[in-house]
């Protein structure tokens, strides 16, 4: 598992540092609602689950050509728990990473210039910190997830230091197919998210 996490991370900070940066920032989001509702299908059957997480995410980002310009991110999500009953996965606790492109568009309220407008669209990967037991063995291997993110939000600038930002997120991820011997096990995830967060700039 380390070794995938390892590799995930890197990549991901390779690609936001790979950006070309007009300001950097550091920052945290806090969710204000985060549902997950899980559907899992074994053979012919069909099983939905529901849970509600509190999720702090810690980030840093750069800012394109200005202040008003698109904000990329990258993010690692804390609070993250399983909402797929797979393998008794249900509740267990993830690692959870992701990477934003925030496209803000400024001539939207360009009569108020504090504020912000910004469309999301973002990338996910998350793997659980418990492993599943291969089927027919006593052997365990990572259980993973990958998905996207839509979201809309706005930013308001505090001062020239401090951004604040509310946004709602809409999120879906699909997690590795599995075998029980007989019959794959699919399993993804539907994500609302309304947040609140705070960004330092340098």
Known sequence: MKKITNSAILALVLATTSIEAGSWYVGIEQSLMNNVDNTTEIGNYSFSN????????????????????????????????SANPIGGLSGS???????????????????????????????????????????????????SALGLTLGVGGYYQLNDKINLSLGFDYGYRIWRTLTNGRYDMDSTDKIKKLYVGVDYLF
């Open 50 to 81: 529901d849970k509600s997480l509190n999720i702090t995410s810690f980030k840093i980002g750069s800012i394109a050509d200005g202040d008003k310009g698109n904000h990329y991110e990258f993010l690692y999500n804390t609070g993250e728990k």
């Open 93 to 143: 606790s993830l690692t959870s990473l992701s990477f934003n492109w925030n496209i803000t568009t400024p001539t939207l309220l360009s009569n108020i210039d504090k504020v912000l407008p910004y469309f999301r669209l973002g990338a996910n990967y998350a793997i659980s910190d418990d492993q599943y037991y291969v089927y027919g063995t006593n052997d365990k291997e990572d259980y």
